[in-house]
């Protein structure tokens, strides 16, 4: 991962803060570290931790791509509790649940393949579950 990627990703997590977000720094990481354990490769280490407070009523991760603008038409998160997870694309101030082709879970991943290739401005990962372990997220 290069170290642009590390600020973009960096950024992420820091415009999440500003939305209220209570963000763990892993082992005293900043909130790039934070970023980079989530897409640095390695699929069975833990990058950050979600918990659905009370006034909360779903369980999300959030991410900004507008710096990075990927074009894919899978998403595969590694986790612990990712099971049931579905997808929302943020279009401008619009989240949109794309139309999606095929979903496959293992013990510890989740892969959603999308029907279309798309280019959102933001990716939005949700779980059914109170508590979840993010490993790592890939688009394809």
Same mark, same amino acid.
């Given at each position: *991962? !290069?170290?642009?990627?590390?600020?973009?990703?960096?950024?992420?997590?820091?415009?999440?803060?500003?939305?209220?977000?209570?963000?763990?720094? *892993?082992?005293?990481?900043?909130? $790039?570290? @934070?970023?980079?354990?989530?897409?640095?490769? +390695?699929?069975?280490?833990?990058?950050?931790?979600?918990?659905?407070?009370?006034?909360?009523?779903?369980?999300?991760?959030? *991410?900004?791509? !507008?710096?990075? $603008?990927?074009?894919?038409?899978?998403?595969?998160?590694?986790?612990?509790? %990712?099971?049931?997870? !579905? @997808?929302?694309?943020?279009?401008?101030?619009?989240? @949109?649940?794309?139309?999606?082709?095929? +979903?496959? /879970?293992?013990?510890?991943? /989740?892969?959603?393949?999308?029907?279309? !290739?798309?280019? =959102?401005?933001?990716?939005?990962?949700?779980? =059914?579950?109170?508590?979840?372990?993010?490993?790592?997220?890939? %688009?394809?």
């Amino acid at each position: *991962m !290069t170290q642009k990627q590390v600020e973009i990703l960096g950024d992420t997590v820091r415009l999440m803060e500003s939305w209220g977000f209570n963000l763990k720094t *892993m082992h005293g990481q900043n909130s $790039a570290g @934070i970023a980079r354990k989530l897409f640095d490769g +390695v699929r069975d280490n833990l990058g950050y931790e979600l918990h659905l407070k009370e006034d909360q009523t779903e369980n999300f991760f959030e *991410m900004d791509l !507008t710096k990075v $603008a990927p074009s894919f038409n899978k998403v595969a998160v590694h986790g612990l509790n %990712v099971d049931g997870m !579905t @997808i929302q694309l943020r279009m401008g101030d619009e989240l @949109i649940a794309p139309a999606v082709e095929n +979903v496959a /879970t293992e013990q510890y991943s /989740t892969a959603i393949l999308l029907k279309e !290739t798309v280019k =959102p401005d933001g990716l939005r990962l949700i779980f =059914p579950q109170a508590t979840v372990e993010l490993y790592e997220i890939e %688009v394809f």
